[in-house]
C-alpha cells in the first residue's frame, strides 16, 4: 500500500513551457485534491475532485488545468508556466464528507517546481 | 466563510518543557478541526482532529488539542517537547456543511525544539 505517490519529486521549467504532474492514490479514495504551498501563506487548495470524471475550482485555479480520468489518478497541468507558479505541490486525497464530520487527507510527499 | 489564525509563526521551545501552538478559527458552521505537521522536505501527516465528539481530542506523539467553542480556540499541545517534534505544524478548518471545497489551512508554526 503506496499511499498518495506524486512524479515527478522536483522540476525545473523556462517561462512558457508545459508540464503534467501526476498523482495515484491506491486507497480507492473518491476526493483528490491538487494544493500550492507558499511560505507564509500555509497550503492553498488548486483544484479538487469528488470522483472520476469530475474537478472542480478551488482557492487559487488560475493557470492550472486538471482530468481525473481514473479514480486512482488526478492530473495537473501548467499550459505555459509562469515564475508566479514556483512552488511546492502537494497532491492528497479522501474518503470524502462522512457523518457531518470530514474524512482524513492523505497528503504526497510534494512536488518542488521552479519556473525561471 | 471561514478563517483560521495560527496567532505565531515560530515557536521556540527546550527539550523538555511544554509545547503550545495557538489556533484561532472563525466558521459559520459546525467546524470539524485538524492539526497536522510536515516535517522537513516531507509531506503532512495528521496529527489530530476535532469533530463534534470530545471537545480534548489526543493525537499522535503525545500531543493533545482542545477546543473551545466560547474562544474559537484548538490550541495544540505536549507536555514535554522532544527533538523530533521540530517540524511546522498547520491548523485547518473545515466546514461540516460545505462541500470538500471548504477547507481552510492556517499560515502554519514553525516549531523549534533546543537541546
Known amino acids: 500500500n503506496a499511499g498518495v505517490t506524486q512524479t515527478p519529486k522536483f522540476r525545473v521549467l523556462k517561462t512558457g513551457q508545459s508540464m503534467t504532474l501526476l498523482c495515484a492514490q491506491d486507497?480507492?479514495?473518491?476526493?483528490m485534491y491538487w494544493y500550492r504551498q507558499d511560505p507564509g501563506m500555509g497550503l492553498r487548495l488548486i483544484h479538487y475532485?469528488?470522483?472520476?470524471?469530475?474537478?472542480a475550482k478551488g482557492e487559487v485555479p488560475d493557470g492550472y488545468n486538471v482530468s481525473r480520468l481514473k479514480k486512482q489518478n488526478f492530473l495537473l497541468g501548467l499550459e505555459s508556466a509562469a515564475p508566479s507558479q514556483t512552488s511546492v505541490y502537494f497532491c492528497?486525497?479522501?474518503?470524502?464528507?462522512?457523518?457531518?464530520?470530514?474524512?482524513?487527507?492523505?497528503f504526497g510527499p510534494g512536488t518542488r517546481l521552479t519556473v525561471l | 466563510a471561514q478563517s483560521v489564525t495560527q496567532l505565531d509563526s515560530h515557536v521556540s521551545v527546550s527539550e523538555g518543557t511544554p509545547v503550545l501552538l495557538r489556533c484561532n478559527y472563525s466558521s459559520s458552521y459546525s467546524p470539524s478541526l485538524f492539526w497536522y505537521v510536515q516535517h522537513p522536505n516531507k509531506g503532512l501527516q495528521l496529527l489530530l482532529k476535532?469533530?463534534?465528539?470530545?471537545?480534548l481530542v489526543k493525537g499522535i506523539n503525545g500531543f493533545e488539542a482542545e477546543f473551545k467553542k466560547s474562544e474559537t480556540s484548538f490550541h495544540l499541545t505536549k507536555p514535554s517537547a522532544h527533538m523530533s517534534d521540530a517540524a511546522e505544524y498547520f491548523c485547518v478548518v473545515i466546514s461540516s456543511s460545505g462541500s470538500a471545497r471548504q477547507l481552510t489551512f492556517g499560515s502554519g508554526t514553525q516549531l523549534t525544539v533546543l537541546p
Open positions: 476535532y469533530t463534534s465528539a470530545a471537545t
Open positions: 492528497a486525497s479522501s474518503y470524502g464528507l462522512a457523518g457531518g464530520g470530514y474524512n482524513e487527507q492523505f
Open positions: 475532485s469528488v470522483g472520476e470524471g469530475t474537478t
Open positions: 486507497m480507492n479514495h473518491e476526493y
